[in-house]
């Protein structure tokens, strides 16, 4: 199993910035893509960027140009810069592994969730 710990979230006027990071722990061997989603008051979770173990990434559109994903093997952990941010970014943040899907699982392990509120 795969545990996440994030951390960063925050208050934010509009057009600033911020930076989420998730460590992940356990069976980190078996991680081949890991990635940031969000899921706003009333609305579905989507994804916002993800980054695979070979560096490859990609990002809703909506974030962008706005929003980098990178990650640190050495160190497990992924890092969201979150730069201009809009209103409209507001939203509990989650964490995300891949992993191969056992039997009882199917392979995506998640983080706490931590909040982002981007104020006008």
């Known amino acids: 199993q795969v545990q996440l710990v994030e951390a960063g979230g925050g208050l934010v006027q509009a057009g600033g910035s911020l930076r989420l990071s998730c460590a992940a722990s356990?069976?980190?061997?078996?991680?081949?893509?890991m990635g940031w989603y969000r899921q706003a008051p009333g609305k579905q979770r989507e994804l916002v960027a993800a980054?695979?173990?070979?560096?490859?990434?990609n990002y809703a559109d909506s974030v962008k140009g706005r929003f980098t994903i990178s990650r640190v093997n050495a160190k497990n952990t992924i890092y969201l810069q979150m730069n201009s941010l809009k209103p409209e970014d507001t939203a509990v943040y989650y964490c995300?592994?891949?992993?191969?899907?056992?039997?009882?699982?199917?392979?995506?392990?998640w983080g706490q969730g931590t909040q982002v509120t981007v104020s006008s």
């Open positions: 980054v695979t173990s070979s560096g490859r990434s």
């Open positions: 356990g069976s980190i061997f078996s991680i081949y893509a």
């Open positions: 995300n592994a891949v992993s191969p899907p056992g039997p009882l699982d199917d392979g995506h392990s």
